[in-house]
């Protein structure tokens, strides 16, 4: 305890005078020459927004921390503070001290001088002068003060360990998580914009380089250390809430090893980002002429939350709910959070339970469904290239008779079936045909998930929900090879196989007995789009037999470790419809008949495949696997 009141002594008394110090070599280096009293009193104005803004906090809480420090200086000799309260004095001082030095290092780095003043005489007065550290070693002096922040907060946080005050313990873990917050937003923004921001001339053009946010942008190097540094600095702050909740619950286990791991966590993010700035390709040094940009409008706002929004609703609903979960149980003593998400989640089912929507329909939401289907088509072009739908027949469908598309394969994440008939090129081909799509009941277990497909019309895969969705739209998509099929959608990044899994005929009996047309549908490249991230096939078989869903069950796309999909052209191609054999409505039809038009749907599969295969690069090498044994 004495070595850590020396060290935070020594910062105090270390640091408070560099501040000072630091703003007049800024002066030194910045003034004219000729410097009258007007140009270092007008310094902290004339260097930009960036340069005033950092200075204004540099010398705020530099004088804050002086008021701090007063009290300590004279606590021996005058004034009788308990011992806690100088700890949270001293470590608010010195803390203070060195984030207004860090501050005033800043807004010497970022000092951009204006146009020549004019003297209230005449003539024009001396310029302030630029900096003149290179851009990329002033990016790398920010880079290392945001290790600093990082380390900061990490030696807070290691500090806590001596403290016997809870409330101070508090206030470090609250300054530990200040100090990764602006150390990360520093190394990313200021540390880009000192190295790429500036708009430079290519040619007549101008290019803009450099902006805070802008999402897989920069190349995949950029991207993916961007994605680590970002991913371990959230759950540095995660921790260090984990960290402040427990002690306040008074059930701290191993404070140590989570103060060690968590400042661990803090250096690495730092290093991640700082390293990734160095990996970002702008269009100059890639060689790409750009234009201009122009400033972000309401509309442009509006089509990028168009092409986001889409993607979020369809592969991370599960992600979000079991995220909060998690979540709450981490910070939220065991029987509150029980509490918490028993009685929420029995509000939930029984304000939506009701009617039996996954089976009724009763949620759906026309205009929700509309903005879906909108947005749709340039979502999945922006995420995967290219959208394309094929009619293989010649004889367009006719809405007053009744058709079953059945979908395949059966990805790992099928939702290819449930949105086809909401895409431009499905309504244009088959205009007046609307089906009905029908998923596993799986998907009306879990909130979020649960609200979107009942609001865009999809119901439950059950015979009544089949019999009577198909009476009321007189058309239903589903996937016929149900988990059967899933389970070996892995075969295609191991084997290059494409499988099809046809030995299901419950879809062929009912179509029959309603006599609606079989319609095949082969999507190809939505089996790209996710995988297994744990791939074990006899594992997965085996569970997927006892427990009817394959374990483990991971799924990841994108960067090989988000479940946003990978990049892949989409192609979904529609065959001629098979017409039902001749029987009585509702009126089973015989084995055999069952048995010949399942054969005709699996064979038409199997043809379509094929046909098309040679116009679909990615497959040219993969074989179809039909499993009828």
Known sequence: MQSLEQFTFAAIYVFLPSVPVTHSLGLVAHCPTSARARHILLYPLKGGRHHFIFQVIAWVVWATSILIAAPIALHKQWL???????????????????????????????????????????????????????????????????????????????????????????????????????????????????????AKEVGAEISQRWRFFQPFQGGVVFAATQALGWALFSSSLISIIYLIFSLAR?????????????????????????????????????????????????????KRTSIWIPILMMYLPVHIFFTALFATFAVVPVAYASAIWIGGCLIYYLSTIF?????????????????????????????????????????????????????????????????????????????????????????????????????????????????????????VILVPGGQAELIHTGRLFRNREFVIYPKH????????????????????????????????????????????????????????????????????IVGTPIDPPEVALGVEAHQEQVALKHKQFYDSIENLYHKYQPSFPAYKDVKLVMMYS
Not at 80 to 86: E, K, L, R
Not at 144 to 161: K, P, Y
Not at 531 to 540: E, G, T
Request: glycine share 8%.
């Open 505 to 572: 005929k419950g879809f062929v009996r009912l179509a029959a007995q309603q006599g609606a047309s079989l319609v095949p549908v082969l999507a190809f490249g939505e089996l790209d789009t996710l995988r297994n991230f744990v791939d074990l096939p006899a594992v997965q078989a085996w569970t997927y037999k006892k427990l009817g869903f394959p374990v483990p069950y991971l799924v990841v796309g994108r960067w090989g470790m988000t479940p946003f999909p990978s990049k892949t052209p989409l192609k979904f």
């Open 80 to 198: 009788n503070i308990p011992t806690a309260h100088v700890e949270v004095l001293a470590g608010a001082a010195a803390i203070g001290s060195v984030f207004a030095e860090l501050f005033m290092i800043k807004s010497l780095l970022v000092f951009d001088p204006k146009v020549p003043d004019e003297d209230s005489s005449g003539p024009t007065s001396p310029r302030y002068r630029s900096s003149r550290l290179p851009k990329p070693l002033a990016s790398t002096a920010v880079v290392a003060m945001g290790l600093l922040w990082a380390t900061m907060g990490g030696g807070l946080l290691l500090a806590t360990e001596f403290l016997a005050n809870t409330t101070t313990k508090h206030l470090y873990f609250v300054v530990s998580a200040v100090c990764i917050l602006i150390g990360a937003t520093t190394t990313h923004g200021l540390g880009g914009q000192l190295r790429y921001a500036s």
């Open 250 to 302: 008074g059930m701290a286990y191993c404070i140590r090893c989570w103060v060690f791991a968590t400042g661990s966590a803090m250096l690495i993010s730092q290093l991640f980002l700082g390293v990734s700035i160095w990996m970002f390709k702008d269009d100059i040094r890639s060689g790409i002429k750009a234009v201009q940009q122009p400033k972000a409008t309401a509309a442009a706002a509006a």
């Open 355 to 475: 009617g039996e929507p996954e089976h009724t329909g009763k949620r759906e939401w026309p205009a929700f469904k509309d903005w879906f289907a909108s947005n749709l088509q340039p979502a999945l072009n922006a995420w995967m290239g290219t959208v394309e739908v094929v009619y293989d027949g010649n004889v367009p469908l006719d809405p007053s008779k009744k058709y079953v598309f059945g979908y395949a394969p059966h990805g790992l994440f099928p939702i290819g079936g449930p949105y086809l008939p909401l895409l431009p090129g499905f309504r244009k081909l088959f205009p007046g045909i609307h089906p009905t799509p029908l998923v596993a009941s799986v998907l009306f277990f879990t909130p979020i998930i649960r609200d979107f497909v009942s609001w865009c019309g999809v119901r439950q895969v059950a015979k009544q929900t089949f019999i009577r969705a198909l009476r009321e739209s007189n058309s």
